[in-house]
């Protein structure tokens, strides 16, 4: 690949596309609004394109792979109310600010470039991602804290600190999992950094879209609100929001928006590359606890009695649970259903492929895995991850998305069936 | 999670399991979906108390209990279904009244229908999820 070299002026602004990789070799200059002096180097991964602004007289040295590019523009993409919400953050020193935008109107970029200027400034900022289908921080089914403690291009590249499971790729039919893990992770943050930036689902419209974004704000009780429009789209979310906690922001003007197939295939991608390296790993039934899931939250009973199909027998509050290996008559079910209630049939297998969170006793997240199976009769869960040892789970957090190890969405688990 | 957000996931399998129950039974569905429509519009909040209720619309009554005033739906032996509210009990007969007679009249393979008697035409879309989401079209447990 071809060493090019660049002579830049003090002002000067660029976008720079990946693939690429630049070394600056005399100078400075901020890229995503993070200070990069002489020596330092960054790359830029394809279908990725980021500011880079030049603060004094600089030179860099570069090398463009596919579709990279190095793009001279004629004034600077970042609005300037973005640097007046930062000067006030260093001024009054926030604990919490709570980002709301729609999709794709550039949060990630704005918490990036917040992350990066005020780390500048000697603040350290714990930022806390939300998009759970393809999460920048943290891997797919998970809300990620990361704290920025060195500059970085993109926002995955800040370090993972802590990561919260949902389960699922949307907020939809999860809102209480997102309310509890946004909160967990606040106060996470808030040990470990000056303040901390949550960015909010794009979730605007709508009872429950609002909802959401309505509880979150109440439960955090932000110190501001970044409100990030492109028009009027979220002033029915600010409406009930106390007037001076608001800052509303436009949108950045080199926002590009992601189809849903684009989506799609990146959250594959990014769950793919997160099971790279897995194995499977056994866990002792008697050992973990299960969570999120009405599995192993009664009482077990002897399988044997329910008939040769039933492996496994559990009475709950609500009635019983039976994982059966075939179908069972009716009137057996009807004579069990007249002494316990409400009968949960489970088919033996179903569990297959349900993406789990594994959890250690602090409850902390460990590491995401992949359901192989459920053995009853060896008090045994078999989980495909890349999480080696088994002593430090303790806990099995059901999700609510079935997914194979290559990352491919398979299937869904219809809520109440576990 | 795997536990239901709400009560509304078993009033959506209820309902299905309804539909299922009563699909040739035309009298059946109308009156589970008007208590729907009346119990829903009274408590939206509560989705549990009309998952309750509405397995209680329609129950199985032996002809020896069916007392006058009571509205009921009949399967007769020949397949036809009639419903309407009892009037009289005889020995022999029930003798209804307001009663409707609902069949499902299955026509030969080509039927031509002229365009003049037509007041109104819908067509009927299927498989949407595959159509239009189909990333999301798993396969069926």
């Known amino acids: ?418 | 999670m795997t536990l239901e957000e709400t009560e509304f996931q078993r009033l959506v399998e209820l309902l299905i399991e309804l539909v299922g129950k009563y699909r040739g039974n035309p009298v059946a569905l109308e009156a589970i979906l008007s208590e729907f429509k009346d119990i829903y519009r009274k408590v939206p909040i509560y989705p549990g108390i009309i998952s309750i209720l509405l397995p209680k619309v329609i129950r199985a009554i032996e002809l020896k209990e069916i007392t006058e005033g009571e509205d009921v739906v009949l399967t007769l032996k020949d397949g036809k279904t009639i419903s309407g509210k009892v009037a009289e009990i005889t020995p022999t007969e029930i003798k209804l009244a307001e009663s409707h007679q609902l069949t499902m009249v299955p026509l030969s393979e080509k039927v031509s229908v002229s365009k003049d008697s037509v007041e109104e035409a819908k067509c009927i879309s299927r498989e949407l999820l595959a159509k239009e989401w189909p990333s999301l079209n798993f396969e069926e447990e």
């Open chain 1, 1 to 418: 690949m071809k060493l090019s070299q660049l002579s830049l002026k003090p002002g000067d602004v660029y976008r720079i596309e990946g693939q690429l990789s630049l070394e600056v070799k005399v100078g400075k200059v901020t890229i995503s609004g993070g200070l990069r002096e002489k020596g330092e180097r960054v790359v830029i991964p394809r279908a990725k394109s980021v500011p880079m602004e030049v603060e004094s007289d600089s030179v860099i040295e570069y090398t463009l792979g596919a579709d990279g590019k190095v793009e001279r523009l004629t004034e600077r993409t970042i609005p300037k109310e973005w640097d007046n919400l930062i000067a006030d953050v260093i001024k009054k020193r926030p604990k919490t600010i709570l980002v709301m935008g729609n999709v794709d109107v550039g949060k990630t970029f704005l918490t990036t470039y917040m992350g990066n200027t005020l780390l500048r400034h000697g603040m350290k900022m714990g930022a806390v991602d939300s998009d759970v289908g393809q999460a920048d921080i943290g891997p797919p089914t998970t809300m990620g804290l990361g704290i920025f403690e060195r500059p970085v291009a993109l926002l995955y590249e800040v370090p993972l600190r802590s990561a919260y499971f949902v389960g699922s790729m949307s907020p939809s039919g999860h809102t209480l999992e997102f309310v509890a893990g946004m909160k967990w992770l606040v106060e996470h943050g808030l040990k470990k950094a000056d303040l901390v930036v949550v960015n909010t689902p794009g979730w605007i419209m709508g009872g429950p879209g609002r909802a959401l974004q309505l509880y979150v704000e109440e439960l955090i009780d932000p110190d501001m609100v970044v409100a990030l429009q492109r028009g009027t789209e979220l002033e029915h979310l600010l409406a009930p929001i106390a007037s001076h906690k608001i800052r509303r922001l436009p949108v950045s003007t080199k926002v590009r928006a992601r189809s849903p197939s684009e989506r799609s295939n990146l959250r594959g991608m990014l769950l793919g590359k997160y099971f790279e390296d897995s194995e499977t790993l056994v866990l002792d039934l008697k050992r973990v606890r299960f969570e999120r899931t009405y599995l192993k939250t009664g009482h077990q009973l002897n399988a044997g009695e329910f008939g040769r199909q039933v492996v496994y027998a559990e009475k709950i509050p609500e009635g019983i649970i039976l994982v059966t290996k075939g179908r069972m008559d009716d009137e057996a079910l009807s004579s069990i259903e007249s002494k316990f209630g409400q009968v949960k049939i489970i088919r033996a297998g179903a569990e297959q492929n349900v993406i789990v969170g594994l959890v250690n006793d602090s409850n902390e997240l460990v590491g995401l895995g992949i359901v192989e199976k459920i053995n009853f009769e060896r008090g045994q869960i078999v989980i495909t991850t890349p999480i080696k040892n088994a002593d430090q789970v303790t806990s099995v957090q059901f999700g609510s998305m079935k997914v194979k190890p290559t990352g491919e969405e398979v299937g869904t688990v219809r809520p109440g069936y576990f």
